[in-house]
Each structure stands twice: as C-alpha cells, then as structure tokens.
C-alpha cells in the first residue's frame, strides 16, 4: 500500500477543519452544546436595586406580554436536551413558562429541571438591595461603562464578576464532561452568561461585561476537541 502523497494529507487536514465550520443555521447532532437562556425580567420594585442573587418574583405583566418570545424559545430549543436552572425561583419560573408554551422532550414529556447551585447570579453581599443612586458611596473601584460595579470589585461577604467568572468556568468544564456530546438547555442569569463568555473566550471578566445579554436571549456554546466555540450570543426569540 503506498503512502499518501503530501498534498492529499494537506486536503484531509481541511476537510477534518471543515466539519467543524458553521455555514448554515442548522447545528449538528451529537456536539456537546450548551443552550444558555437568561431568566425573564423581574418584577419592577426589584428592578430599582442590585437584587443579585437575591430570591425575586418576576414581573407578571412580561409573563402575559411575551409569550410571543416563549412559544418562540419551545419550537427553538432541542427536544433532547438536559434542563438546569440556578436556585433562584426566577430560573424555575421562566421554564415553566417555556413548557406551558409547547415545549416537551422527544417523547412528549416535560423535562425534569435540575438544580446547578453554580449557576446562581453574582452574590453582592452588603451591596445586595443597595439602590442603583446609593451604590457608588460603597465601590472600591470605578464603576464599568456597562455594569455599575467594576470587574474586580469584590462587595463585602459577596462575589467579584471576576470570581464569578472562575465559578461559571470550573462548571462549565465539569458539565462538558458530565454531558459530552448532548444538548444542556440551562436558565440561568445575565452575569452569569457573560462569565460563560468570558471562559469560553478567554477574555478578562472586564472584557466580557461589555456583552448584552438581555432577557430570554439564547446564547450557545458548544465544547469541541478544540476549544470552546461561541455560535450564537444574545439572540432574541421570535424577533
């Protein structure tokens, strides 16, 4: 059997790179793949303070407006797939939403929402309740342009957005593991989705607060023998 000739190596090479390009909307089955959704928007009193990883109801009139949005992310989102939500109620109650707009697994059923205590929201310790024209009395550092504490402003007995982004990337490599090669559709939070980000990039917890992740967004990860790979961020249902 004589050996391959260079340039035929050389076309392997591509074409083993090829199939890992996105050229069309649809994504291929058996890719480890995250589904991150951010949880829907809060009641409005909570929306005056840094409620972080405070327990807040959400807003029912959004629950009533959007189900546009809802009914998009159930005909959006994989029939096969493992739920995890944070603790906090506003994860639960998002899915829910979810499943009463359609949503069910390949055989018909609701899945079953596991609770991943790493997935909660940034804990702001003290500075937890603070209202949004009282908060700058008490940071250390200045404020970012797109969040109002700094990356690396750890609130007293709470968490940095950097230690935030350590957390979420410990998990994040756990959970590829744990799911290799199967969907994980997760509700979880907006800071916790841009720390997502900032593993999978691996760009500085500064640098990933100036993404927008706004609420029922969808962002995908997918882990390949590679590295991570960033296929969709912020993307809206239905819009």
Not at 8 to 30: K, M, N, Y
Not at 197 to 202: D, E, F, G, T
């Amino acid at each position: 059997m004589s050996d391959p000739t260079p340039g035929s190596v050389a076309l392997a090479g591509v074409q083993d790179t090829q199939e890992h390009f996105l050229d069309g909307p649809r994504l291929e089955a058996g890719i480890t793949r995250f589904w991150l959704i951010r949880h829907a928007l809060v009641e409005e009193n909570a929306r005056l303070c840094m409620y972080g990883s405070m327990d807040v109801p959400l807003c029912p009139e959004s629950l009533v407006a959007q189900r546009p949005m809802y009914r998009a992310l159930a005909a959006r989102l994989p029939e096969r797939a493992h739920w995890l939500v944070s603790p906090l109620s506003r994860t639960h109650r998002t899915a829910e939403a979810i499943f009463d707009a359609g949503y069910t697994l390949a055989d018909g059923s609701r899945p079953t929402l596991q609770v991943e205590p790493e997935l909660i929201e940034q804990n702001l310790g003290r500075w937890q309740g603070l209202t949004y024209d009282r908060l700058p009395g008490h940071l250390r550092l200045p404020p970012h342009p797109f969040w109002p504490v700094g990356a690396t402003d750890r609130p007293p007995e709470g968490e940095s957005v950097a230690d935030v982004c350590a957390r979420v990337g410990h998990l994040l490599d756990r959970l590829a593991a744990q799911y290799a090669r199967q969907d994980v559709v997760a509700i979880a939070h907006g800071g916790v989705i841009r720390c997502a980000l900032a593993h999978a990039l691996r760009v500085h917890a500064e640098t990933a607060l100036h993404f927008s992740v706004q609420n029922l967004s969808i962002t995908i990860l997918e882990r390949l023998d590679a590295g991570w790979r960033v296929v969709t961020v912020n993307e809206l249902p239905g819009v």
